[in-house]
């Protein structure tokens, strides 16, 4: 069975300051790994995967199968990033398992 | 396009009854699938389906039941609710499923939430 672990609940930065938010995993196969993201009143949205290796609004998050994680980090948050952030994982037929999530509070 | 949409946007029930939770996809989306978020934790999932049939089911009791339409619409059906239940409950589209390692992306719609009394 896979699992995704997200240790923080609670992120807290402030303006400018690195931002890392951890993931680890666990599944005996290739997985394949998203971040998610859902700013407040809005829906839950894909931030990115790790198969296209693209950085969306400055996020980037590098799979490292050794350490079975997929930390997302951004050099200098800003204040619009403040959100709930999800990791997850998929194992095939699309279906998504998440990690319980952790909440970025960017301060200006 | 409105994304996925999602009815009701909330529901209040009591033990022991039946509720029915509806989501129209994405236009052009054949897959539909629906998870579970309890307060402070992820989305947990519930059922796949792909041009009407089940393709997925997470680890959840045979109260919950769903069925694809053919305009590939879904509802999810809950019977003798407890109070455990009560989640917000997502539907999510998307374009195809994969058989193999790559996955497409899920478009989540806004969500049911259900209170259980």
């Known amino acids: 069975a896979q699992r995704v672990t997200q240790p923080e609940k609670l992120l807290s930065v402030f303006k400018g300051a690195p931002v890392e938010l951890k993931c680890n995993y666990s599944y005996s196969g290739s997985p394949e790994l998203f971040w998610y993201v859902q700013y407040s009143r809005q829906r839950l949205q894909l931030l990115l995967r790790h198969i296209s290796r693209e950085s969306i609004k400055g996020f980037t998050a590098d799979l490292n199968k050794g350490e079975t994680s997929f930390h997302l980090k951004k050099p200098f948050a800003q204040e619009e990033d403040s959100a709930m952030y999800y990791c997850a994982l998929s194992a095939g037929y699309s279906t998504l398992t998440f990690g319980k999530g952790t909440m970025l509070l960017v301060s200006p | 396009d409105a994304g996925v949409t999602q009815s009701p946007t909330h529901l209040i029930k009591t033990r022991g009854q039946q509720v029915t939770l509806r989501c129209s996809p994405i236009?052009?989306?054949?897959?539909v699938s629906w998870y579970q978020q309890v307060l402070g934790q992820g989305p947990q999932f519930i059922f796949q389906y792909y041009e009407k049939e089940e393709r997925g089911r997470g680890n959840f009791p045979d109260r919950f039941s769903a069925r694809q339409f053919p305009n590939y619409s879904s509802e999810l059906n809950v019977n003798a609710l407890l109070l455990g239940d009560s989640a917000l409950y997502l539907c999510a589209s998307s374009l195809v499923i994969s058989l193999t390692a790559f996955s497409y992306e899920q478009y989540f719609g806004p969500g049911t939430r259900l209170t259980v009394t």
């Open positions: 236009s052009g989306h054949k897959s």
